[in-house]
């Protein structure tokens, strides 16, 4: 069974960064597309980032591209999403996902999911 555990949230203020991290446990990841998501308060979840399994396709949303990276160490079976210039509205639960098949950029298709870590961003 595959077991993903999201750590590095916390409290930060605005203009601040923090480094997200994604460890899978009970199988090898490095084939997966690897997914972050957010969700706020009242709102959906949201797409934030996605990196193939070789980690040569990645993609960002455009409310955090130039701001956030995401990356994978596969030696690690770990997924990373650095996250630069935060700003009050990145506040949010932060959920990584593994994809087995394909990128994507919603929540459908993600087979497994880590239990999220808050991120708040004070201004």
């Known amino acids: 069974q595959v077991q993903l555990i999201e750590s590095g949230g916390g409290l930060v203020q605005a203009g601040g960064s923090l480094r997200l991290s994604c460890a899978a446990s009970g199988r090898t990841l490095s084939s997966y597309y690897m997914g972050w998501f957010r969700q706020a308060p009242g709102k959906e979840r949201e797409f934030v980032a996605t990196i193939s399994g070789s980690g040569s396709i990645k993609s960002h949303a455009d409310s955090v591209k130039g701001r956030f990276t995401i990356s994978r160490d596969n030696a690690k079976n770990t997924v990373y999403l650095q996250m630069n210039s935060l700003k009050p509205e990145d506040t949010a639960v932060y959920y990584c996902?593994?994809?087995?098949?394909?990128?994507?950029?919603?929540?459908?298709?993600?087979?497994?999911w880590g239990q999220g870590t808050q991120v708040t961003v004070s201004s």
């Open positions: 996902a593994a994809n087995p098949s394909r990128y994507s950029s919603r929540p459908v298709g993600y087979d497994y």
